[in-house]
């Protein structure tokens, strides 16, 4: 924990808040940096502080729709009924959760370690950025958030597995495979970005003994603060943007960065 300086932690706290919700991967960022830089890599319990701030950030910008979630999660319990389109959300949000619960579980040594392999991150970004570019402009944004059906639910949900990959990013892949599936730009990232909630908050809870027995420093209160600070500004600048425009800029700072990883990684040999 006190491998990272403070100046360290904000940037890194800032990285982690844009790219968790823009479509260009924070865990990428949060493995290339260090790598690139020469710096000692902050571990795992630093990683789950900040996404500590982006769970802030993403409960507070949306506080009106947990809150409304919320109600209908209740109603679900005491009715036993789903009707309304807000307690369909809730079941949705369940069922796209599932896959990447499983398989965060059954592959997080991975996770942690083979799957950071730098060459390995500069291929995700461009194969998720070709994807990406490929799905926004060739399906048309027809399709709101409210015609959503559970097998469209889960298949965003498997897509969110292979965000596992630093490279692939959460809200990239959960994007893309509701672009595919021809949801409007602004429904597809609204969905990207409430079903990454849960995954979020289950990670915090399970790492956060970790993070108390490392112990809370300056450095973790600074990059909180950044990623909950970027993170909420990642989440207003992008529903804006993508309503006049599309994912094409991210698609494209995907292929520079995978392809400057790649000149790093040929040069340091």
Known sequence: MNDVSTWQAAVLGTLQGLAEFLPISSSAHLSLVPWAFGWK??????????????????????????????????NILTTRRVETPAEKRVVFLVIA??????????????????????????????????LLWWADHSAPAARPLNEMTARQALLIGCAQVFALIPGV??????????????????????FSFLMSMPVIAAAAVLKVPRLLAE???????????????????????????????????????????????????????
Not at 43 to 70: K, N, P, Q, R, Y
Not at 97 to 119: M, N, S
Not at 169 to 188: E, K, N
């Open 97 to 130: 959760t599932i896959p990447a619960a499983v398989f965060g579980l059954l592959l997080e040594k991975q996770a942690e370690t083979i799957f950071r392999a730098p060459a390995l991150t500069a291929t995700a970004l461009i194969v998720m950025g070709a």
């Open 41 to 74: 890599e902050p571990g795992l319990a630093f990683d789950v502080a900040l996404h500590l701030g982006t769970l802030v950030a993403l409960i507070g910008f949306f506080w009106t729709e947990w809150v409304a979630l919320t109600r209908a999660a209740l």
């Open 215 to 269: 112990g809370i420093d300056a450095s973790i209160v600074v990059g909180i603060t950044a990623a909950a600070f970027s993170s909420w500004i990642a989440i207003a600048v992008l529903l804006r943007f993508v309503q006049r425009n599309g994912f094409a800029v991210f698609a494209i700072y995907r292929f520079i960065l995978g392809i400057a990883v790649y000149a790093l990684v040929a040069y340091r040999g």
């Open 169 to 190: 990013s959460r809200s990239g892949s959960t994007i893309t495979a509701a672009r595919a599936l021809q949801f409007d730009r602004q429904s597809a990232a609204v």
